[in-house]
C-alpha cells in the first residue's frame, strides 16, 4: 500500500456555455466510465459540446499528476440526426446516446482495416475501409429510415431491409420504432 500509487478517475462534461462539469472523483475507471455514460443519456435535453476522463494520482502537486485518458466530442447522429453521437476523438469509436438509436462505429477487433459501424434497432451491421465510409454508411440507413418513417407504412420498413439484407427478424417493436416521428424528425 506505501508504494502503490493511488490514483482516482474523474469524468466531467462541457456544456455549450463553456462550463465544465464535474461528475465525481472515482476510484476506478470502470465506475467512472458508467457514471459517464449514465450522464451521457441524457445529452438530448442538455447542451453538451464535449466530455472526457482524466486520471489523477493523489498528492501529486500540479498537473504531472494528471493524465487524459479520453476526449469526446458530440456530433449530429448520421441516424437520427439529434447531436447525440459522441465521437472519441483519439480512437474514432462513436455511439448514438439518443433514445431509440444507439448507431454505432468501432475498429473490428480482428482485422485492422475494417471499421464496424450498426444500428441496433434493426440488427444493421456494415463493414467499412474508413471512419468517413462508415459514417456515410449509417447516413444512407438513416435517409432510409426517414423515408419509411414519413411513408409510415410496414410496407416502406420491408422494401428498407430488403435492399439491405435482413440480419435479424423484423419485429413489431423494430415497425413501431420505424414509424416514429421522432425518429423521422
Ligand atoms: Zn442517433
Given at each position: 500500500m506505501a508504494d502503490a500509487e493511488r490514483e482516482v478517475f474523474v469524468p466531467s462534461v462541457e456544456q455549450g456555455d463553456g462550463i465544465v462539469v464535474g461528475l465525481g472523483i472515482f476510484s476506478t475507471e470502470k465506475i467512472a466510465m458508467s457514471v459517464l455514460k449514465d450522464f451521457l443519456k441524457r445529452t438530448e435535453q442538455m447542451d453538451l459540446i464535449s466530455a472526457e476522463m482524466t486520471r489523477w494520482v493523489i498528492d501529486i502537486i500540479g498537473h504531472e499528476g494528471s493524465n487524459l485518458l479520453f476526449r469526446m466530442a458530440n456530433r449530429r447522429c448520421p441516424v437520427c440526426e439529434r447531436n447525440t453521437f459522441w465521437i472519441?476523438?483519439?480512437?474514432f469509436n462513436a455511439m448514438c446516446y439518443g433514445s431509440g438509436c444507439g448507431a454505432w462505429i468501432e475498429d473490428n477487433i480482428h482485422i485492422e482495416e475494417i471499421i464496424d459501424c450498426g444500428w441496433p434497432p434493426l440488427r444493421f451491421l456494415h463493414q467499412s475501409p474508413t471512419v468517413e465510409s462508415a459514417m456515410t454508411e449509417l447516413g444512407k440507413m438513416g435517409a432510409r429510415l426517414k423515408a419509411a418513417g414519413q411513408a409510415d407504412s410496414d410496407l416502406a420498413a420491408k422494401a428498407f431491409l430488403e435492399e439491405y439484407g435482413e440480419e435479424g427478424s423484423l419485429t413489431d417493436d423494430v415497425l413501431r420504432k420505424m414509424g416514429d416521428p421522432k425518429l423521422a424528425d
Open positions: 472519441d476523438l483519439v480512437s
